[in-house]
T-cell receptor, first 111, second 115 residues
């Protein structure tokens, strides 16, 4: 079945440093979504990418969808303590399987 | 406008018991998806219902069942509970059903502990 992997599992950064999480799928994706889950909270939608090679920005967050539509990344510039949480990618493959979540990358920011 | 509401928020059961979890989607949303999130892992897809019909089922045993009502609210039932069923059960609503739901709106979840 479809598998979505994320690396790293955990990342500690000093406030102001950059952060990147990577997402890889075992199958070609029709689209990919990113969610953020604060500690003790529920996943909150950040963005959806659909086109091959697509790049979208939200303030300090930059999202990319790979040319082959099998990988994606989320980059945060100059992290802040409010960025703390777990970032999940979730993909839909071309076979129409339901949204499959990766294992997440937990970001911890030291003030 | 109210978001996705789930009940109960927390519950404790013993092995072998049965549990029913409830979810009310955002007004106007016709699709409800259920996910299981074990501590430290990503949400795992259990079911999706759209317009009261099952549209997708994840890799979960038949002990898990769900249904959607005419008002689009949904229930998830788990029979013969096992210790490994302890998890946060998340309900997500969306306007569209099928594989391309677009944005999922999650509720706060029901945290189930099985002793």
């Amino acid at each position: 079945g479809q598998q979505v992997m994320q690396i790293p599992q955990y990342q500690h950064v000093q406030e102001g440093e950059d952060f990147t999480t990577y997402c890889n799928s075992s199958t070609t994706l029709s689209n990919i979504q990113w969610y953020k889950q604060r500690p003790g909270g529920h996943p909150v939608f950040l963005i959806q990418l659909v086109k091959s090679g697509e790049v979208k920005k939200q303030k300090r967050l930059t999202f990319q969808f790979g040319e082959a539509k099998k990988n994606s990344s989320l980059h945060i510039t100059a992290t802040q303590t409010t960025d703390v949480g777990t970032y999940f990618c979730a993909g839909v493959n071309n076979a129409g399987n339901m949204l499959t979540f990766g294992g997440g990358t937990r970001l911890m920011v030291k003030p | 406008d109210a978001g996705v509401t789930q009940s109960p928020t927390h519950l404790i059961k013993t092995r072998g018991q049965q549990v029913t979890l409830r979810c009310s989607p955002i007004s106007g949303h016709k699709s409800v998806s259920w996910y299981q999130q074990v501590l430290g892992q990503g949400p795992q897809f259990i079911f999706q219902y759209y317009e009261k019909e099952e549209r997708g089922r994840g890799n979960f045993p038949d002990r898990f069942s769900a249904r959607q009502f005419p008002n689009y609210s949904s229930e998830l039932n788990v029979n013969a509970l096992l210790l490994g069923d302890s998890a946060l059960y998340l309900c997500a609503s969306s306007f569209r059903g099928g594989a391309d739901t677009g944005e999922l709106f999650f509720g706060e979840g029901s945290r189930l502990t099985v002793l």
